[in-house]
């Protein structure tokens, strides 16, 4: 079974300070993708990455970034830790760019930024 | 715009009865569709995936259909159990220019004993 796992569960954070997101997949998939999920919005994305080194963004990459210096792992980075921020991020895999195909997830990381 | 849609906040079903989740999609382009199961404090997990040259299709329980002309995709639960309790929601995959997953709002299920 392809597993997503994700660095945390739960991290609290205060304003202004930099929040690395961890997540890694162990099925060599090619995309990897950071969503966050808030109430009423469903899953919105933040970035996606197609191959190691590629990102592009999602619907609000507005305060994050994301690195993928290896096949296995996609970090999202919280530049600036800002409340409105806090939500649940949800890390995905899937196994090819073109034509779609199921996403895996990760549990999820609940971030709360104070 | 692109939007994916629920028409359904909450649902409630006796137990052992048969469940449907409606969703509603407005691009014509996506041509892969999705159902998720999310429980609480869980990451979406796969339930069942829809081509758009298919109409139907089942798995263990489940069933999607797929109404290309009205744009609306349905899941149908059989004899729907406690276990069912979740959040489900569906996704559509676009593959005109950006090719990237849509997500709906969801449905909470609620299995009544």
């Known amino acids: 079974d392809v597993k997503v796992t994700q660095s945390s569960r739960y991290l609290v954070k205060r304003t202004g300070e930099k929040v690395f997101l961890e997540c890694v997949q162990d099925?060599?998939?090619?995309?990897m993708f950071w969503y966050r999920q808030d109430p009423g919005l469903g899953l919105r994305l933040i970035y996606f990455s197609y191959d190691v080194k590629m990102k592009e963004k999602g619907d609000i990459p507005e305060g994050y970034s994301v690195s993928r210096e290896k096949k296995e792992r996609f970090s999202l980075i919280l530049e600036s830790a800002s409340t409105n921020q806090t939500s649940m991020y949800l890390c995905?895999?899937?196994?090819?760019?073109?034509?779609?195909?199921?996403?895996?997830f990760g549990p999820g990381t609940r971030l709360t930024v104070l | 715009g692109e939007s994916v849609g629920l028409h359904l906040p909450t649902l409630s079903v006796q137990e052992g009865d048969n469940s449907i989740i409606n969703c509603a999609y407005s691009?014509?382009?996506?041509?892969?569709f999705i159902w998720y199961k999310q429980e609480s404090g869980k990451g979406p997990q796969f339930i069942i995936d829809?081509?758009?040259?298919?109409d139907k299709r089942q798995g263990q329980r489940v069933t999607v259909l797929l109404n290309k002309t009205v744009k609306h995709l349905s899941l149908q639960i059989a004899a729907t159990q406690p276990g069912d309790s979740a959040v489900y929601f569906c996704a559509e995959f676009l593959t005109s220019g950006t090719y990237k997953y849509i997500f709906g709002t969801g449905t909470r299920l609620k299995v009544l004993a």
């Open positions: 099925m060599d998939h090619e995309n």
């Open positions: 829809i081509r758009s040259n298919m």
């Open positions: 691009n014509s382009a996506s041509d892969y």
């Open positions: 995905a895999s899937s196994l090819w760019r073109w034509g779609g195909n199921e996403q895996f």
